[in-house]
């Protein structure tokens, strides 16, 4: 199996971010060779936890200091693409942290999904680097940025587990590339392929009654309203529908 290293000792290239994004680079390259697992001897452990890495051992390295070694195991069937005519919808990659950043950032996002707002680029990345180690496990939340077709990262697609035992569906369109029908796209392209990978028949999707694009957006995807009314939305009684899609 794959073994991967990089050490960024001048002071001039700490603070950037540049171990997560090599480290991505070489998970995609180990997973288009055919791997299941990489390994890395590090003393940066910490870091490594947080993007899914599993302690093993300590072992002698080659200059005869001793490290510690973590493996990350992945299972091939969880990668994820789907194309449509305008769209990729794919697995994020550290690279997407700031388009996930200014994505977030548009007056709609703060009103209707304050929790999603990422005020800066290194909050983002943080989020971006837990939903990466979400995609192994596949417990959810199972979120998908996506892309036009020269990869520029638009927003997302997720599937999110609830309390209850059902799932719930989201999306989200940054401001400057909403009212093109992007939404409605990557949803109804979504569904047909999330619902059986999770092995759902019926999936949930919940807005506020006054987000009149997203119930649109569920509408024109198939969406049968459910309910309207009071109801829990992000840990606060508000005016709700709620809606459901069958397959």
């Known amino acids: 199996f794959p073994w991967i290293g990089f050490v960024f000792t001048q002071p001039e290239y700490r603070g950037h971010r540049y171990s997560e994004k090599l480290m991505n680079y070489a998970e995609n390259v180990a997973k288009e060779q055919g791997h299941t697992h990489v390994y890395v001897a590090t003393d940066h452990v910490g870091l490594y936890e947080k993007y899914g890495y599993e302690y ?10 001793e490290s510690r070694v973590l493996r990350k195991e992945w299972k091939k069937e969880n990668h994820m693409r789907i194309e449509t005519e305008r769209l990729v919808i794919t697995q994020f990659t550290m690279d997407m942290a700031e388009a996930v950043h200014l994505n977030s950032l548009d007056e709609d996002n703060r009103r209707f999904v304050p929790d999603e707002v990422f005020e800066t680029v290194e909050d983002a990345a943080d989020t971006v680097g837990f939903l ?3 995609y192994e496990n596949g ?6 940025p996506v892309l036009l077709k020269d990869n520029t990262c638009i927003g997302y697609v997720q599937a999110v587990p ?3 035992g059902t799932w719930e569906v989201g999306y989200h369109i940054g401001a400057n590339y909403t009212k093109k029908g992007y939404a409605t796209e990557a949803v109804k392209a979504f569904l047909p392929i999330i619902m059986p990978k999770l092995g759902l028949s019926k999936i949930a999707g919940i807005c506020l009654a006054d987000n009149k694009a997203s119930v649109m957006v569920m509408e024109r995807c198939g969406f049968i309203k459910e309910f309207e009314g009071i109801g829990p939305y992000q840990g606060e009684e508000r005016m709700i529908c709620k809606f459901s899609f069958a397959l």
Request: hydrophobic share 35%; net charge negative; aromatic share 14%.
């Open 132 to 134: 990466m180690g979400v």
């Open 162 to 164: 609830m309390d209850d």
């Open 139 to 144: 417990d959810g939340p199972l979120v998908y």
């Open 56 to 65: 093993l051992e300590n072992r002698i390295g080659y200059w005869g200091e």
